[in-house]
């Protein structure tokens, strides 16, 4: 694999062009890698036998594939075959002053590519932990690793990520200073955060079973 440093920008193509509210769209590589990161559940689109499904799915990646979980029953992480793969993250609703400048603050990524299956053990086993630390940061560490019939019970797909549409909307409605700013009602964002709450143990977990720190230290902070 190429160790050559990755442009800033991200290249412009057919499916990647904004065309519509172009001044939300980002072509900042950084915009992508920090929208990525910021969660772990992305929803995978594919076309299956003339139908679109659209899959929901962990991920985790480095820095230029993205690797998509499933197990070998899902039809649509055969590999092989184009696929888009969305992340979404909301941060506010933006209520204006009339229905139609409503809007959301958001941060989206859109990745356009064909999934490959990854076959290669040592590299299936390196994507797994990919994702399994972007979930938990230290969590594979501190778990069983998988075993060989689990590995052979899961799938894992590779996406470069070459070929992403990153989309940001942040601030105030519109109508500010439009003719509405007369009516005199209410306008602004309320916003929207998720904050990590504290662990609740398994059950049949033995009562003394300290919770690792790296679990512990998540309570209160901020997902998304």
Same mark, same amino acid.
């Given at each position: 694999?190429?160790?050559?440093?990755?442009?800033?920008?991200?290249?412009?193509?057919?499916?990647?062009?904004?065309?519509?509210?172009?001044?939300?769209?980002?072509?900042?590589?950084?915009?992508?890698?920090?929208?990525?990161?910021?969660?772990?559940?992305?929803?995978?689109?594919?076309?299956?036998?003339?139908?679109?499904?659209?899959?929901?799915?962990?991920?985790?990646?480095?820095?230029?594939?993205?690797?998509?979980?499933?197990?070998?029953?899902?039809?649509?992480?055969?590999?092989?075959?184009?696929?888009?793969?969305?992340?979404?993250?909301?941060?506010?609703?933006?209520?204006?002053?009339?229905?139609?400048?409503?809007?959301?603050?958001?941060?989206?990524?859109?990745?356009?590519?064909?999934?490959?299956?990854?076959?290669?053990?040592?590299?299936?086993?390196?994507?797994?932990?990919?994702?399994?630390?972007?979930?938990?940061?230290?969590?594979?560490?501190? &778990?069983?690793?998988?075993?060989?019939?689990?590995? @052979?019970?899961?799938? /894992?797909? =590779?996406?470069? %990520?070459?070929?992403? +549409? !990153?989309?940001?909307?942040?601030? &105030?409605?519109?109508?500010?200073?439009?003719?509405? @700013?007369?009516?005199? /009602?209410? =306008?602004?964002? %309320?916003?929207?955060? +998720? !904050?990590?709450?504290?662990?609740?143990?398994?059950?049949?977990?033995?009562?003394?079973?300290?919770?690792?720190?790296?679990? =512990?230290?998540?309570?209160?902070?901020?997902?998304?």
């Amino acid at each position: 694999m190429t160790s050559e440093p990755l442009p800033a920008a991200l290249p412009e193509t057919e499916l990647t062009r904004h065309r519509r509210l172009r001044d939300q769209g980002s072509l900042d590589r950084a915009d992508l890698e920090a929208i990525l990161d910021a969660g772990f559940v992305c929803h995978l689109g594919v076309v299956i036998e003339g139908r679109p499904v659209v899959v929901p799915t962990v991920y985790g990646r480095d820095e230029r594939l993205l690797y998509l979980h499933g197990s070998v029953a899902s039809r649509s992480l055969a590999g092989g075959t184009r696929v888009c793969v969305t992340v979404t993250h909301v941060d506010g609703l933006v209520l204006a002053r009339s229905v139609f400048e409503h809007g959301v603050n958001y941060r989206s990524a859109m990745i356009h590519g064909t999934a490959r299956k990854v076959t290669d053990p040592e590299e299936k086993l390196a994507g797994l932990r990919l994702l399994t630390e972007h979930a938990t940061p230290g969590q594979w560490s501190y &778990a069983r690793q998988p075993s060989r019939k689990e590995l @052979a019970a899961t799938t /894992l797909l =590779a996406l470069g %990520l070459d070929e992403a +549409s !990153v989309k940001i909307r942040t601030g &105030a409605p519109d109508d500010g200073d439009g003719p509405d @700013a007369e009516l005199g /009602l209410w =306008a602004g964002v %309320l916003p929207l955060t +998720s !904050v990590w709450g504290a662990p609740v143990p398994d059950p049949m977990l033995p009562s003394e079973t300290p919770i690792p720190p790296h679990i =512990a230290r998540r309570e209160g902070t901020r997902h998304g």
